[in-house]
């Protein structure tokens, strides 16, 4: 199996899972009990706590979630005021941003352009969220500059980071930042909200306010062992990765032969990323055909929805060619030999699909 999904999660480092098994095989205390092995547990999600942070700006506190799903629910209903955020969000962004809606909260949803970028946030918001990669077509949003604008409105700037942390900057200025380890070579099942300091939330979860933001739950050692595992590898190889994936994504362009369009911008994008159209593509024939390769015909979390991406329309494309789209994600693991042959097997099975 050739793996070129790495959008919709990513291989799980080898280090990172051997951080976890000792917690799933013989340390079981919780980490918020008061005796000894809950304070040994606990120690192991402080570090791990540090070792996410490490990736984030300073002056702000973690809360681990379940997920970025967790983190953006809570970072939107746990502020008040509108909300302004973009056509190419998430689907925890924009269903949340919804359901808000339906409890009278404004909601502004921005269009981007063709390239997938937006230019301006107005006024008058109460949380600005937009996603510093997007998951679909990989284009990088200008988070500093968007900060800026709402800040200038007297609003919080919240962040999906969910697909650039460890591999694009978050700037300083931001306030709110979702993250997920899954995404980062990590254990599923767990994300962080980084909190500024001197902002509050309203809770999601009510309980036992485990966490010191406001979130309530029993951590688990395991998964927040393999979530800092995961983030210092990324901080420590971020320049090797980086390499690695120009490397891959000029292969894969040089391959893929003519008659395949880009979707979005191909300047402000994450390299790992590539979203492609090709006229009067048979996506499903495609992914049937090449059962042996993992890849996307749009968002993992869309899957078996029977819509064409909300992206991809968003940013102008019509139905028809929204579905002749696919999008390939690699990154650490995958081998550029590997990849070549995935791509040739791609381009060569698009081009059987003409006699």
């Known amino acids: ?50 070792q996410v942070a490490a990736l984030l700006p300073p002056g702000g506190r973690i809360a681990f979630t379940s997920g970025a799903t967790e983190a953006l629910n809570w970072a939107i209903k746990g502020t008040a005021g509108p909300i ?27 269009p981007v352009g063709a390239d997938g970028i937006v230019d301006s946030v107005p006024s008058g918001a109460g949380v600005v969220a937009a996603m510093l990669v997007n998951n679909e077509i990989g284009v990088i949003q200008p988070i500093a500059a968007l900060a800026e604008a709402a800040h200038a409105a007297g609003a919080l700037m919240l962040v999906d980071a969910v697909q650039g942390y460890g591999r694009v900057a978050i700037p300083d200025t931001v306030d709110l930042i979702a993250i997920s380890a899954h995404k980062i070579h990590g254990p599923k099942g767990i994300g962080a909200l980084w909190i500024r300091d001197g902002v509050t939330l309203a809770p999601l979860l009510h309980g036992g306010g485990q966490e010191a933001p406001g979130r309530s739950g029993t951590l688990s050692p395991a998964l927040c062992a393999g979530f800092g595992i995961a983030a210092q590898l990324m901080a420590d190889r971020r320049d090797q990765d980086a390499a690695h994936v120009d490397r891959l994504w000029s292969l894969a362009r040089d391959r893929l032969g003519p008659g395949w369009t880009i979707n979005g911008a191909t300047d402000s994008r994450y390299h790992g990323n590539l979203n492609i159209r090709r006229d009067a593509l048979d996506v499903n024939r495609l992914m049937s055909d090449l059962r042996d390769i993992a890849f996307s015909a749009g968002s993992a979390c869309a899957s078996g929805s029977g819509r064409s991406s909300h ?40 081009e059987g699909q003409w006699p």
Do not use: C
Request: charged share 20%; hydrophobic share 45%; net charge negative.
């Open 311 to 350: 992206v991809l329309r968003a940013i102008g494309l019509s139905e028809t060619q929204a579905r002749s789209s696919i999008r390939l994600g690699f990154g650490r693991y995958t081998t550029e030999t590997d990849l070549a042959a995935a791509i040739d097997a791609i381009a060569a099975a698009a």
């Open 84 to 110: 302004t955020t973009l056509a190419t969000e998430h689907a925890a962004v924009l269903d949340t941003a919804a359901a808000e809606a339906a409890q009278g909260r404004d909601v502004t949803i921005l």
């Open 1 to 50: 199996m050739s793996y070129l999904d790495y959008q919709a999660t990513t291989p799980l480092a080898p280090e990172a899972l051997a951080a976890m098994l000792p917690w799933l095989e013989s340390q079981h205390a919780n980490p918020h009990s008061p005796h000894r092995e809950g304070r040994r547990a606990k120690a192991a999600v402080e570090l791990a706590r540090d």
